[in-house]
């Protein structure tokens, strides 16, 4: 989860205008505590810093659900799967939730080449890259502790291969940058993608595709999943 207030999209950075998002934000899951929605590719999670990029998931939300606020985000890149507060009380127990890495989740991918490792697991240090923000960087020096574990889900058509990702940290990028430095950058991506990943998707081929937690009160079990519409 970010600590700013508003999102700063793509590298273009906070003078960028937003294109319109037309495609609509589905409900999963619906109570009087929190909401399980899926957010399209290309929405900002909040308001950008750019006073015409207002639109998001946040303000859509907000026309059915005044009193919703947001707990994580998702890259307005990344498509998927978000938990969103509905009052206060449960904004304050679902970010401990998160804080206490008591929310497991997945996210698909496809990542260029082929992953000849049936599973993994990376544990490589991050820091952001000051001069090239939003990029982040391995960084051995001083980098925040970053691990993930991936599973191989087997290649499309194209000989690229599908990702089961599970970020046991929550640090920014941490899925591109941790594909990207064993060599197979997810498809689709502006940051850490070469010129052949980058051009293999006309979007980032990344999704959160599943969010599972004790809901914190009904204390009912919430286990959530939803592919991705590259998923196949």
């Known amino acids: 989860m970010s600590d700013s207030s508003t999102e700063n999209p793509p590298s273009t950075g906070a003078d960028f205008i937003v294109p319109y998002c037309a ?24 308001p950008g810093r750019h006073p015409d990029n207002k639109d998001c998931l946040i303000s859509r939300i907000n026309e059915d659900y005044p009193n919703a606020t947001i707990v994580h985000r998702l890259d307005m890149a990344t498509s998927g799967l978000m938990i969103i507060a509905c009052h206060a ?33 990376i544990d490589l240090p991050l820091a952001c890259d000051w001069p090239n923000r939003p990029r982040q960087e391995l960084n051995f020096d001083y980098g925040k502790h970053a691990q993930t574990h991936f599973e191989n889900c087997g290649l499309t058509e194209d ?74």
């Open 159 to 232: 000989g690229h291969s599908k990702l089961l990702l599970i970020p046991i940290t929550g640090r920014s990028h941490q899925l591109r940058v941790h594909t990207a430095s064993i060599g197979h950058p997810i498809l689709g991506c502006e940051f850490y993608a070469h010129p052949a990943a980058k051009a293999a998707a006309e979007r980032l081929l990344l999704h959160a595709s599943r969010l599972q937690f004790i809901h914190p009160a009904s204390k009912d079990e919430i286990d959530i999943n939803l592919n991705a519409p590259f998923w196949s």
């Open 89 to 121: 009380d449960s904004h304050r127990a679902l970010s401990r939730l998160f804080q206490d890495r008591k929310i497991y989740k997945e996210y698909q991918a496809v990542v260029f080449g082929n992953v000849t490792s049936r599973e993994g697991f």
């Open 23 to 46: 495609e609509a934000i589905r409900y999963l899951h619906r109570d009087d505590d929190l909401l399980i929605v899926s957010k399209p590719a290309g929405l900002l999670s909040v």
